[in-house]
């Protein structure tokens, strides 16, 4: 599958990598990459010493279109100098790798949300290994040990949380990150972190007016992940999300889009979705999901997420085939509940309920998982802490389990989107009250009917 795994020379597993045909090093430190699976998903870029690896694609710098070309440029123009700043612009799901083979130092970054995966495994603050492919970490390291508690809460709310793997030494980088190796030793230099939510400050806009500023905002995250020249596949539930979704590309009215739904055909999902491809004219396909064959591709599923991902939320597997025949570029409703949509506030008497309320609830005694104090998720808003350990630790899991096959695009946490939704109050968005008067207004004939 695309990964970049580095490995220190005198761990248990160096030995082994380093007879890798596709193996670099620098100091001790040897590096090991795929990108045979989805080209377009993998990019690498060479100069004076410096490798980059983008594991992942970017979409925005700011409010301009760009690619990871353009990306690499950035990095290779800043030299590594005054990249927390401008990392904090992109707008991409991703996994960066810089290997510096001057200063023999290796930076491993992560997006603004820790959407895509990237682990690490430490130990007297030196990294002995890291990789965005657990299962390349794991190969024959020696008496890894299992993180029981963690397995505890995978078995009971079908996801990790916080940092936590099924192993005690190995954690998921945190979002937003930027990790600095030594490449002698593995000595962590620096860690840090480029953004936080405390970045987005409050502002104080009229109801109205916000609905059409999010309008505004929500067809150009559609747009900055679309290019004319390649075929596309909308997953369409007969949710509010992905009609969000078909709604915006058919005003957009300049791309290659099909639609697919799988399920039951006589469920509720597959008939609303039916109706909105009619109403659009747009070309559309039923998988049918069934007794039959619900098991297919799944034992292969739980494989490609290291155990990490229930084989009880693997349902895009059953239509895997048929997607990639449509397109291998997948678009989809990603946390649109959550985000535009308020899925997660709730209130008590006092008001809203704070992170860690509304985390007992969901979450139980398994709370300790979450570090509420980590400044990072520091807003007036309880969502932030939502994002990640449920959109991403657990939503975002399904999209990684196809990533070999297809590249997923998740307009719904566009930057700017994001920055906007959540420089307002939370009033606005309770209920979806927001979200739901920008889709009658702005797409009636998919909303009114």
Known sequence: MNSITGFLQNSDVADDFSRMDKS????????????QVLESNFSKFERKGITIFILGNVYKYLDTKIDNVWFSELIFREKLQNLNNELSKIDGYYSLVIIDRINKKTSIITDRLGMSPFYIYE???????????????????????????????????????????????????????????????????KSERYWSWSNIKRI?????TAVDRLYGLFIDAVSARLEPDKQYCLTLSGGLDSRALLGAIN????????????????????????????????????????????????????????????????????????????????INGYLG??????????????????????????????IDFINFDDEYFNHESSDPIFIYHRGVRFTSMGTDLVSESVVNLKPFVDNRLLEFV????????????????????????????
């Open 251 to 330: 005003q957009l009215d300049n791309y290659k889009v099909s639609c697919l739904t799988f399920g039951i055909p006589t469920s509720p999902d597959v008939m609303i979705a039916t109706s909105a491809c009619k109403v659009v004219d747009i070309e559309h396909k039923v998988v049918e999901i069934s007794k039959d064959h619900w098991v297919d591709g799944r034992k292969a599923g739980v494989l490609a997420t290291a155990g990490m991902k229930s084989l009880f939320h693997m349902h895009v597997l059953n239509s895997l085939n048929e997607i990639k025949s449509m397109g291998d570029h997948v």
């Open 24 to 35: 670099r090093r620098s100091g001790n430190y040897f590096f090991s990459f795929d990108e």
């Open 204 to 208: 104080e806009i009229d109801f109205d």
């Open 422 to 449: 959540y420089s307002l109050d939370d009033s606005y968005r309770v209920n979806g009250k927001l979200y739901h008067s920008m889709l009658v207004k702005y797409f009636p004939d998919l909303f009114t009917t």
């Open 337 to 366: 509940d959550l985000t535009l949509g308020g899925g997660y506030l709730s209130k008590n008497f006092s008001g809203f309920k704070t992170a860690k309320e509304i985390a007992e609830e969901k979450f139980g005694k398994y």
């Open 123 to 189: 130990s007297h603050k030196h990294a002995l290994s890291w990789g965005t492919d657990i299962r390349l970490m794991l190969k024959e390291i020696e008496n890894i040990e299992l993180d029981k508690p963690a397995i505890c809460s995978y078995l009971d709310i079908s996801h990790f949380l916080g940092d936590s793997t099924p192993y005690k030494k190995i954690k998921r980088i945190k979002p937003a990150s930027i990790i600095s190796i030594n490449n002698i030793d593995g000595s962590i230099i």
